[in-house]
C-alpha cells in the first residue's frame, strides 16, 4: 500500500510514544477548529453572496470573527506546536525533558481557545450580553467580552511555553552533543519561536495593559491607533509563525516525498534567520491607509516588506531544486520533462507542491498589498481575503493537510485509510481556492467590500471591466463549496485512518541534505546574536513610530467611545439610532486625527 | 523506497538545477507581466486612486 509501510521502519510513534500521543492531542484540536472554521466559512460564503441565507445578517460577524479566530489563531497554531514537537524530538533524537510541562502547555491553549471560543459563540444567543463580535483583528473601539481577551492572554502564554519546551530540550541536546550543529529541524523551531517571543510584546501590551482592563471597565477609553498598532506589531509576524512550520515541512519532508533530499542546509538556516530579523520591524505595512502615522514611517515599513521577499524566494530556489533533485533521481530528464517524474499520485507530495504553487501566486497579490500607493486600491476590499486565502488558507493549510496524510500513519501506526481520496482532496482544494481567491480579487478590484453581510446596494452597482458581479459571486460560492467538501474528505479520511487497525514498520526517515550544516559559518547557530540584532531592528523601527501616537493621542486615546457589538435585535429604532451615533462619532474621531 | 533505490545517483557536484531556474525565470516574467497589467487595472479600469 503505502510506500512508508515497505521502508519498515520504526516509526515516531514506537520510538516516542509519550510524544507522539501529545503530537495526537494538538493536532486533533488543528483539526477540530479547521471543521468548525469551515462551516462557519462556507456559511459567510453562501450569505454575502447571497445564494443562501440561514441566519439574519446581524449575525455575520458572529459568524466571520469565529471563522477567522478559529482559522487563523486555532487551527494554524495548534498544528504548529504539534509539527515543531514532532521535528524538535526527531531531530534531536531525544524525549522532551518533562511530559507533565508539556501536557500544561497544551491544556493552556485548550482552555484559553475554549474560553475566546464560548465569548464569540455567545454572539449568538441573544438571552446573554456576552458577545466578542470584534473580528479577528479585535480593533477598539470594537469590545468583546473580557473572556475573550482573557483566553486569547492564556492561549498565547501556553504557546510561549511550549516554545521553552523546546528550548529545554535542546539545552539538554547540547549537554549530551557539546560541539555538534543544532539540527535543522530544532534549528528552524527555535528561531521562529525567537520571532514569536518578540511578537508577543506588542499583543500582550495590546491584550493584558489595554484591552482586557478596558472591557472589564477599569477605563472608559483605549487609544484606538496605539492598539492598532500593537495589534500589527505582532500581525504581521504571526504571519510567518503560521508559515514557518509549512516551511519546515517544504525544506524536510518534501524533498523526502519527491525521492531526494533538501539541497542546501546552509540555505534554509539563513532564510529562517532572514525571518526572526525581518518579520517585526514591518507590521506598520498594514496600516498603510490608517490616520496618525506619519507617511515616512509607513516608507520605512514598506522597504523592510521589500527585503522580506528576499527569504521567501530564497525559499523558492532552494525547495524546488530540491525537487528536481528528487525528479532527476528518479529518472527525470529535460528543461522541464523532470515535472513529470514527480511522484504526484501522492497526496502529501502533491498537496504540498500545490500549496506552493499558490504561494507563488499569494506571492503577486502580497506585493500589490505591500506597496503604499497601490495598496489604496485594495484596502479592504475582498481582494484581501483573496490574498490571505492562498498563503494562510493555502500555502499554509493545505500543506498541514498534505502533510497530515505523511505524518499522521507514523503518529497512530495505522497506514493512510485512502491515498485516492487524499489526492481527490488536495486536488478539490486547489481548485476549489482557485476559484474563490480569483473572483475574491477580482471583486476587489472593483471595489467590493471585505467584512460585510450584504454587500448588495439599492442605487448602486459595481460595473466590472469585464465579466459581472453575479459571475464573481458564482464563482465564490462554487469554490466555497468545494473547499467545504474538501475538508469533509480529509476530515474522514484522519478518523477512519484513526479506527483502522494498528501496523509496525509505517515509521518513513528523513535524509540529511546534499550541502550538510558543516558547510555553513558557525555563526549562523548563534541564536543569541539573531535575537539581539532583531531586537534592534525591531526598536529601530518601531519607537520613532509609538512615541508620535502616544504623544498626539495619549495613552488612553483621544476620546473615543466604547461599542460593544450588541444588536437590539427587538427595537430596529433604538438600534438604528445608535448606529447613527457611532457614525457620527468615528467621523469626528477620523476628522480629528486628520486635523491634528 | 524510491529513497533508497533510485534510477540514477547524483552528487552534489554533477547536480545542476537547471530546471528550477528555468521555472523561477518564468514566475520573474509572469510576474512582471501582471504587474504592467496592474497599471491598466489602476489607472485606467478606475479613477485615480492615489491623490495629493
Ligand atoms: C472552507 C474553506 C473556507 C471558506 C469557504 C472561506 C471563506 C471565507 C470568506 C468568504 C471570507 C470573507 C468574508 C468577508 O470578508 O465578508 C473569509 C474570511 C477569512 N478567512 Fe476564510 N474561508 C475558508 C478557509 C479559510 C482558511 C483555511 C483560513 C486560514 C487558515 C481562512 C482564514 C480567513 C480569515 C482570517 C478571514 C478574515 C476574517 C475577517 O475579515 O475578520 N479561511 N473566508
Ligand atoms: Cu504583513
Not at chain 1, 81 to 86: H, I, N, S
Not at chain 1, 240 to 255: D, H, I, N, R, S
Not at chain 1, 329 to 336: I, Y
Not at chain 1, 461 to 489: C, H, K, R, W
Request: charged content about 10%.
Amino acid at each position: 500500500m503505502s510506500e512508508s509501510l515497505e521502508s519498515g521502519a520504526p516509526s515516531f510513534l514506537d520510538q516516542f510514544p509519550a510524544e507522539a500521543k501529545l503530537v495526537r492531542a494538538t493536532l486533533w484540536s488543528s483539526f477540530t477548529a479547521l471543521i468548525l472554521g469551515g462551516l462557519f466559512g462556507i456559511i459567510q460564503t453562501l450569505h454575502r453572496t447571497d445564494i443562501l441565507r440561514v441566519m439574519d445578517s446581524s449575525y455575520y460577524y458572529t459568524v466571520l470573527t469565529a471563522h477567522g479566530v478559529l482559522m487563523v489563531v486555532s487551527f494554524t497554531i495548534f498544528f504548529l506546536v504539534g509539527v515543531f514537537t514532532w521535528g524538535v524530538v526527531r531531530s534531536l533524537d531525544r524525549p522532551l525533558v518533562d511530559m507533565r510541562y508539556s501536557w500544561t502547555w497544551y491544556g493552556l491553549m485548550v482552555l484559553g481557545t475554549l474560553m475566546a471560543v464560548v465569548a464569540v459563540l455567545g454572539g449568538f444567543v441573544d438571552t446573554t450580553e456576552m458577545s466578542a463580535d470584534v473580528l479577528f483583528t479585535f480593533y477598539a473601539p470594537l469590545q468583546a467580552h473580557p473572556l475573550f481577551y482573557g483566553g486569547l492572554a492564556i492561549f498565547l502564554i501556553g504557546s510561549w511555553l511550549a516554545g521553552a519546551d523546546w528550548f529545554r530540550a535542546w539545552y539538554a541536546w547540547k549537554r549530551e552533543h557539546p560541539d555538534e550543529r543544532i539540527p535543522l529541524q530544532t534549528f528552524m523551531a527555535l528561531t521562529t519561536m525567537l520571532m514569536w517571543y518578540i511578537a508577543s510584546i506588542g499583543i500582550t501590551i495590546a491584550v493584558v495593559v489595554f484591552l482586557l482592563p478596558w472591557s472589564l471597565g477599569l477605563f472608559d477609553e483605549v487609544n484606538a491607533l496605539l492598539t492598532r498598532t500593537l495589534f500589527w506589531f505582532w500581525g504581521h509576524p504571526v504571519v510567518y509563525f503560521w508559515l514557518m512550520p509549512a516551511y519546515m515541512l517544504w525544506y524536510t519532508v518534501l524533498p523526502k516525498l519527491a525521492g531526494g533530499r533538501l539541497f542546501s542546509d546552509p540555505l534554509a538556516r539563513v532564510v529562517f534567520v532572514l525571518f526572526l530579523l525581518l518579520s517585526t520591524p514591518v507590521g506598520i505595512h498594514h496600516q498603510y491607509v490608517d490616520p496618525g502615522i506619519a507617511e515616512g514611517f509607513k516608507f520605512i515599513a514598506m522597504t523592510n516588506t521589500m527585503f522580506l521577499l528576499l527569504p521567501s524566494l530564497l525559499t523558492a530556489f532552494t525547495v524546488v531544486a530540491s525537487m528536481e533533485y528528487g525528479a532527476r533521481r528518479r529518472g527525470g530528464t529535460g528543461l522541464f520533462g523532470w515535472l513529470r517524474a514527480l511522484p504526484w499520485a501522492r497526496p502529501a507530495f502533491t498537496g504540498m507542491a500545490l500549496a506552493g504553487l499558490m504561494f507563488a501566486a499569494g506571492g503577486f497579490s502580497g506585493m500589490i498589498n505591500a506597496g503604499m500607493n497601490i495598496n489604496y486600491l485594495v484596502h479592504n476590499t475582498l481582494w484581501v481575503p483573496g490574498h490571505f486565502h492562498l498563503t494562510v488558507g493555502t500555502a499554509v493549510g493545505l500543506t498541514f493537510m498534505a502533510a497530515t496524510y505523511w505524518l499522521w500513519p507514523q503518529l497512530t501506526n495505522k497506514p493512510l485509510f485512502s491515498r485516492p481520496i487524499g489526492l481527490l482532496q488536495v486536488v478539490m482544494w486547489f481548485v476549489g481556492m482557485a476559484l474563490m481567491s480569483n473572483a475574491m480579487h477580482v471583486s476587489g478590484l472593483f471595489g467590493v467590500p471585505r467584512r460585510t453581510a450584504e454587500p448588495q446596494y439599492e442605487g448602486f452597482d459595481f460595473t466590472p471591466a469585464f465579466g459581472t458581479m453575479n459571475e464573481f459571486d458564482m464563482q465564490i460560492a462554487v469554490g466555497g463549496t468545494l473547499l467545504f467538501l474538501s475538508l469533509g474528505l480529509f476530515i474522514g479520511n484522519v478518523v477512519l485512518t484513526s479506527l483502522g487497525s494498528k501496523q509496525s514498520g509505517l515509521g518513513d526517515s528523513l535524509p540529511p541534505a546534499l550541502s550538510g550544516p558543516s558547510d555553513s559559518p558557525v555563526v549562523l547557530d548563534n541564536l543569541k546574536l539573531w535575537l539581539g540584532i532583531a531586537l534592534v531592528l525591531v526598536v529601530l523601527a518601531y519607537s520613532l513610530p509609538l512615541v508620535s501616537i502616544i504623544s498626539r493621542g495619549g495613552l488612553f486615546g483621544p476620546g473615543v467611545g466604547t461599542y460593544p457589538v450588541i444588536i437590539d435585535t427587538f427595537s430596529a429604532v433604538v438600534e438604528s439610532v445608535a448606529t447613527t451615533g457611532i457614525i457620527e462619532t468615528l467621523a469626528q474621531f477620523e476628522v480629528g486625527v486628520i486635523v491634528q | 523506497m524510491s529513497t533508497e533505490t533510485p534510477k540514477r545517483e547524483i552528487d552534489h557536484e554533477e547536480f545542476d538545477p537547471k530546471g528550477t531556474l528555468a521555472l523561477i525565470l518564468i514566475y520573474f516574467v509572469i510576474l512582471s507581466i501582471l504587474w504592467v497589467f496592474m497599471y491598466f487595472i489602476e489607472f485606467l479600469g478606475n479613477d485615480l486612486t492615489v491623490i495629493g
